[in-house]
């Protein structure tokens, strides 16, 4: 290989190659910077109906990965890149809180009947185009003393006896919130278990800072609490139908809080209830929330334990006698209303959407009384003990077309196709 020795200045001896060795020697070291690179794994995305999907939801499970998954070096990072390669919003989440990743979270735009490739690298480069503003977010302010400020917090536990609107606070707004850019919602931490709606009047993410100092029942620069629910159902509470009768999701022996995922594309959390007492029966019940940037809607996964045969009930609350719309879109049973309804005397609809192999029945509950009142419900068949629904809000002041209620219902018709046939998603490993 060698051909022999010249000495330069300086006394260095230099060792001079043939031009085939040092081709040779050129492909050995692209070979080397080859096998220490990461190649990337390729998964296409197609959208198989005759629509749009803007900020399509993209979830890879790790296992979906194979061995790739687990050959990052220590300090590196998982990007998305598409076919520009722009690196793109994701998230890696741990739902199982072992400490490992579970799923790939990312959103991707796709025109009807587009398919497209994006490509997953492992990356230590930390750059500016990985610092992507949040679109969904989760959030507990809570102060264990009543005083001082209000802390994020990832876990709590609720007293168990802690009362509604007791004064002064001891969580922010009342309990956790979750939010998309778009709109937001929020569950009273207390025997009540009541979900309400903030609706924005601007795009962003906004719970860190409502209820500090403002009266979030007025209009305030970002949006402010638009639905009143009282006794009902709200936006999506939950309750069980058992002999005829309704019983709310209401004291439990346990209430804990715990936020699974924050952005920058889905916030998810979990909420779960030990000894729901029905009926002389007793029940743990989870939920698993989920929320992602760009959407009007939250997704609720229930699993209740106790009877795989019961039926839970959720609603909407239906206080000015609207008559509700029930529609099938798509594999979609839909329950809605549309009028004249928000706090700021505005028109806004509301809707719950479940698989129409879960839908047990439609009801309503009483316009007055002691219990769950001026309610629209859907009742849930169990599947071996697990519920999925979604809850849609849509308000004119975020979106003028939610003025019209046949504006509304082709938004939610649109949805459900959507939620009907995800985006087909292939992995070459």
């Not at 300090?75 to 076919?83: A, E, I, P, R, T």
């Not at 082709?410 to 959507?418: D, F, I, N, P, Q």
Request: hydrophobic share 35%; with cysteine; aromatic share 10%.
């Amino acid at each position: 290989m060698v051909t022999g020795l010249e000495t330069g200045p300086g006394g260095r001896i230099y060792t001079i190659l043939t031009p085939l060795t040092q081709i040779k020697l050129l492909i050995l070291i692209g070979i080397m910077n080859a096998c220490s690179s990461d190649p990337g794994v390729k998964v296409v995305l197609e959208n198989t109906l005759d629509v749009d999907r803007p900020d399509a939801p993209i979830v890879l499970k790790r296992a979906d990965l194979g061995v790739w998954s687990d050959q990052a070096k220590p300090g590196q990072f998982l990007v998305v890149k598409d076919q520009s390669g722009k690196v793109l919003p994701s998230q890696q989440d741990d739902l199982n809180g072992d400490g490992e990743w579970d799923e790939l979270a990312f959103q991707y735009s796709l025109q009807q009947k587009e398919k497209v490739e994006v490509v997953l690298h492992w990356t230590d480069e930390r750059n500016d185009q990985t610092a992507f503003a949040s679109r969904a977010h989760a959030y507990l302010g809570y102060r264990p003393t009543r005083e001082g400020d209000f802390g994020s917090v990832d876990h709590n536990e609720r007293p168990e006896d802690h009362e509604p609107q007791s004064w002064p606070y001891l969580y922010q707004f009342e309990g956790p919130g979750w939010e998309s850019d778009l709109v937001a919602y929020r569950i009273y931490f207390d025997k009540r278990n009541g979900k309400d709606i903030f609706g924005k009047t601007r795009k962003g993410t906004f719970l860190d800072s409502i209820g500090l100092g403002e009266n979030y029942h007025e209009l305030q620069p970002w949006g402010m609490d638009v639905l009143k629910v009282g006794n009902s159902l709200g936006a999506g509470s939950l309750a069980m139908l058992k002999k005829d009768s309704l019983y709310r999701l209401g004291q439990t022996s346990s209430s804990t809080f715990q936020k699974i995922a924050d952005g920058p594309v889905r916030a998810i959390i979990k909420l779960s209830f030990g000894d729901w007492q029905v009926d002389n029966n007793n029940y743990d019940v989870e939920e698993v929330i989920t929320i992602w940037g760009g959407k009007r809607w939250y997704q609720d996964e229930v699993a209740l334990k106790g009877s795989s045969s019961d039926t839970l009930v959720t609603g909407i609350v239906n206080m000015f006698d609207i008559t509700p719309a029930r529609r099938t879109f798509s594999s979609m049973e839909v329950l809605a209303n549309h009028g004249r309804q928000s706090e700021n005397k505005d028109m806004m609809g509301m809707a719950l959407l479940v698989p129409k192999d879960q839908l047990a029945g439609f009801g309503s509950a009483p316009k007055e009384g002691d219990g769950i009142t001026l309610t629209d419900y859907m009742a849930l068949k169990s599947d071996g003990g697990r519920f999925r629904f979604w809850f849609y809000t849509g308000w004119e002041l975020e979106d003028k077309k939610f003025a019209s209620e046949e504006q509304f219902l082709k938004a939610l018709e649109a949805e459900s196709l959507k939620l009907s046939e995800p985006v087909k998603i292939t992995v070459n490993k």
